[in-house]
């Protein structure tokens, strides 16, 4: 059989082949593609070796693991959620350090190993005044072509391709930008190699702050959170074995026993937290990057009302944006501030393509603010504070996960990430829902099958004492005890050095002023200083009844270790109901365990020889109104019955208790 013909092309066709062979392909558009298509950037853009690959996260367990997670200088773990008796830790996996030599700061004194900004090449910020002074002359001379984002864009770019044979260094250096960017980035902190995710690479590098007219400053425990969500978008894997209740169980070892589903199975994480940490700005970041580094990535950032939205749209992702330099800033439609931020060409547009994502906010904080649409990226913020009647968050995030997956919510799709972050107000009313999504975003509590936790998140905490602005050491380390006489020496003008005092200790000693004053002003804001800026898990949740004049703070402590035994189904109580002896009236009262019937909870099971202690007496009958036969406890102070302590009536309820013969 004859091949088949050889199919002729166009007369021009080799041309545009050419054309395109020949374009310098180092546009944000070129790379993306390029991920996109290829699932991997080139081996010659990794400055580590072409042989070096970054691995992923795995976790290891609930305790911290020992040799085999240790490499010399380098640990190879991380952990989150540490050093709190109300929720478990995690560890999770770290990737191998390269060759040290080609690690920045490598060889330097131990000292001057600390986080530096890797500097935008000269040239490439040379040709962006270039570009941008020949769209301001072209304007002057005719009004009618004013600056404009797509075309800044496409005359910095040609100037690239005009000059590429000037820019060797210059190309090499945005490669190795695009890998760290990818995979993530090494560097030398205080003789010790230190990895930085790619988010957090980028973050510390890009995102500039325009409210505190800087970059962020490297923080240890804020790279923590960033190696927790890199773990989280990336994880697969779940437990093997649950008990009834979905929690984890480890194997006759002691360790958990992990299987891989070979999908995604976390849409983000939860974060209550301490004020003015930088966490909204992290989450704003988070779905910026998202959008300016995938293909078709809409994001959205959603508060507790519509114009608080809009504030962190216009206040702190616009002029985020703005600020990036200009080789790393895909095309975008319309001027400096559009109300929708669309990295695309505009409409009237064909000869360039864009990456057709979009960043918007929702101008409403209400239930069904995005049903419909297709999502990536949320930043749902300050979920803890006042919402309006109609705006359940817990409700709320049930109807944006499904613009989020398919299947039902799991199949996540891909690249989508969210962020919860908020401080807590008042747990007694706005805060509830928000206090019930984090206890549904167990890590260690999963959905049979679906992999899941109940919500699809992750619980992140970091106490209030870490990243406290004046205590933090010049390697990003918080200060949280006493500082070293090396800290004081190499920060002699931080708050930590001249006060000599760590964190902890500054934050504790403001509390216990006010909690030896024992006013109820003093006892309400000391609670309110405990919520806002928690040292606990427990903490987040605190109530404001303080202000009653009646200190909470034993019943808090008591609360709490109820709560943590019953988060590892050690309730601290039997469950179970009363029951008279033969149904006689008169008879004996005896106790039934039954977790299906659980009408009382008893905190100790007493002896026989302590129970139906009891005497007759004669009282007075207000209803038959004469003397009747009656029976008193024996030493009746000794223990004490609570009947919904918490319940609170409705006034018809109330009124048809309080009936003779009432319920």
Not at 412 to 429: A, D, F, R
Request: net charge neutral.
């Amino acid at each position: 059989m004859p091949p088949p013909p050889k199919e002729k092309k166009l007369s021009f066709e080799k041309d545009f082949e050419l054309e395109e062979e020949r374009r310098l392909k180092v546009r944000p558009e070129d790379f993306v593609r390029l991920i996109e298509e290829q699932g991997v950037l080139p081996a010659d853009f990794c400055p580590y070796g072409g042989d070096y690959k970054i691995s992923l996260p795995k976790f290891i367990g609930d305790e911290p693991p020992f040799d085999q997670f240790g490499n010399g200088d380098y640990r190879l773990w991380e952990v989150i959620n540490d050093g709190d008796t109300d929720i478990t830790p995690v560890y999770f996996s770290m990737p191998t350090p390269p060759k040290r030599e080609l690690i920045d700061g490598y060889g330097l004194d131990k000292d001057e190993q600390f986080f530096r900004r890797q500097e935008v090449p000269r040239k490439f910020k040379l040709i962006e005044q270039k570009a941008l002074q020949d769209l301001s002359d072209i304007e002057k001379n005719n009004r009618q072509e004013a600056v404009q984002g797509y075309k800044f864009y496409l005359r910095f770019w040609e100037i690239v391709e005009q000059e590429e044979e000037n820019l060797t260094d210059e190309i090499a250096w945005l490669k190795k930008i695009w890998w760290w960017r990818t995979y993530g980035y090494w560097y030398y902190n205080d003789g010790e190699p230190v990895f930085l995710p790619p988010d957090y690479f980028d973050f510390l590098n890009f995102y500039y702050i325009e409210e505190a007219i800087c970059f962020p400053e490297y923080r240890h425990d804020v790279r923590r959170k960033f190696c927790y969500s890199w773990y989280l978008e990336n994880c697969t894997e779940t437990f093997k074995n649950l008990d009834v209740t979905g929690r984890a169980m480890k194997n006759a070892d002691g360790k958990y026993e992990m299987i891989d589903l070979g999908r995604r199975l976390f849409f983000g994480d939860v974060e209550p937290k301490t004020r003015r940490t930088g966490a909204t700005h992290e989450a704003v970041h988070k779905i910026l990057k998202g959008a300016m580094t995938h293909l078709s990535y809409f994001s959205t950032i959603i508060s507790f009302e519509g114009n608080n939205a809009e504030v962190h749209y216009k206040k702190k992702l616009l002029p985020a944006f703005d600020a990036y330099p200009m080789v790393l800033k895909p095309i975008w439609e319309g001027n400096r501030r559009p109300k929708i931020l669309r990295l695309d060409a505009p409409p009237n547009v064909y000869h360039t393509r864009g990456l057709k994502s979009a960043i918007a906010y929702s101008d409403s904080g209400g239930l069904f603010a995005n049903e419909g649409d297709r999502l990536n990226g949320i930043l749902n913020d300050e979920q803890g504070k006042q919402l309006s009647s109609t705006a359940d968050i817990f409700e709320r995030w049930h109807v944006n996960k499904f613009t989020m997956s398919t299947g039902m919510g799991v199949n996540i799709l891909n690249g989508s990430y969210v962020k919860n972050p908020s401080t807590v107000e008042q747990m007694e009313s706005s805060s509830a829902p928000y206090k019930k999504m984090c206890d549904l975003s167990n890590f260690y509590v999963r959905v049979p099958i679906k992999g899941q936790t109940v919500e699809g998140f992750a619980r992140v905490f970091l106490p209030a004492f870490m990243r406290l602005e004046g205590y933090i050491d010049r390697f990003g380390k918080s200060v949280i005890e006493t500082p070293t006489e090396r800290q004081i020496k190499l920060s002699p003008h931080a708050t930590f050095a001249m006060s000599k005092k760590g964190a902890r200790e500054v934050m504790q000693a403001e509390r216990d002023a006010l909690l030896s004053t024992n006013t109820p002003e003093a006892l309400e804001l000391y609670r309110s200083i405990r919520r806002k800026s928690p040292f606990t898990w427990s903490e987040c949740w605190l109530g404001t009844a303080g202000n009653v004049g009646y200190n909470l703070e034993i019943i808090d402590r008591r609360l709490a270790d109820i709560n943590k035994a019953k988060s590892f189904g050690k309730p601290p109580y039997r469950a179970g109901y009363f029951y008279r002896e033969s149904g006689n009236p008169d008879g004996r009262v005896l106790w039934m365990d039954d977790n299906q019937n659980p009408r009382f909870r008893m905190s100790i099971l007493l002896p026989d020889e302590f129970t139906n202690q009891k005497e007759g007496i004669e009282v007075w009958d207000g209803l038959s109104q004469k003397i009747v036969p009656a029976w008193r406890p024996l030493n009746g102070q000794r223990f004490t019955l609570g009947c919904d302590p918490f319940r609170n009536l409705k006034a018809v309820e109330a009124k048809q208790i309080s009936r003779i013969g009432g319920g």
